[in-house]
C-alpha cells in the first residue's frame, strides 16, 4: 500500500487523478469510503479524473461512458469493458492504495 493523499485532500464525490506505483488511478471519496480506479476509460483512453461523478459512477467526459466505482464495469456505453479497481485503505486521516491488488 502507497499513501496517495489524506482523506481531507479529496472533496465529496469529486474525482481526483494520482499516481500510484507509475499506474495512473481516480480516486472518489463517497463520505468516510474511497474509491480507487484505473484513470483511463476503457473506450477511448482519456482521463476518467476529468469527468463527472454521478449516482450511476464517474463519467468518462469525452463519450459519456460510466463505471461503477465498486466494480469499474460500465453500466452505460460505449464503453463496454470495465476498468481496473484498485484496494484502498485509509489509515489515520490518509489514503493508501495498492495497485498490485484489483477488486475486479
Given at each position: 500500500m502507497i499513501r496517495v493523499c489524506a482523506l481531507s485532500?479529496?472533496?465529496?464525490?469529486?474525482?481526483?487523478?494520482?499516481?500510484?506505483?507509475?499506474?495512473?488511478v481516480v480516486l472518489v471519496r463517497d463520505g468516510e469510503r474511497v474509491h480507487a480506479?484505473?484513470?483511463?476509460?476503457?473506450?477511448a483512453a482519456v482521463s476518467l479524473s476529468e469527468g463527472e461523478v454521478s449516482r450511476?459512477?464517474?463519467e468518462c467526459w469525452l463519450h459519456g461512458s460510466c463505471f461503477d466505482l465498486e466494480t469499474g464495469k460500465p453500466n452505460s456505453l460505449p464503453a463496454t469493458?470495465?476498468?481496473?479497481?484498485?484496494a484502498v485503505d485509509i489509515r489515520d486521516g490518509d489514503v493508501f492504495v495498492d495497485v498490485t491488488v484489483t477488486t475486479n
Open positions: 485532500d479529496l472533496d465529496d464525490r469529486k474525482p481526483f487523478g494520482a499516481e500510484v506505483d507509475d499506474v495512473d480506479l484505473q484513470d483511463l476509460c476503457s473506450h450511476k459512477g464517474i469493458d470495465p476498468v481496473d479497481v484498485y
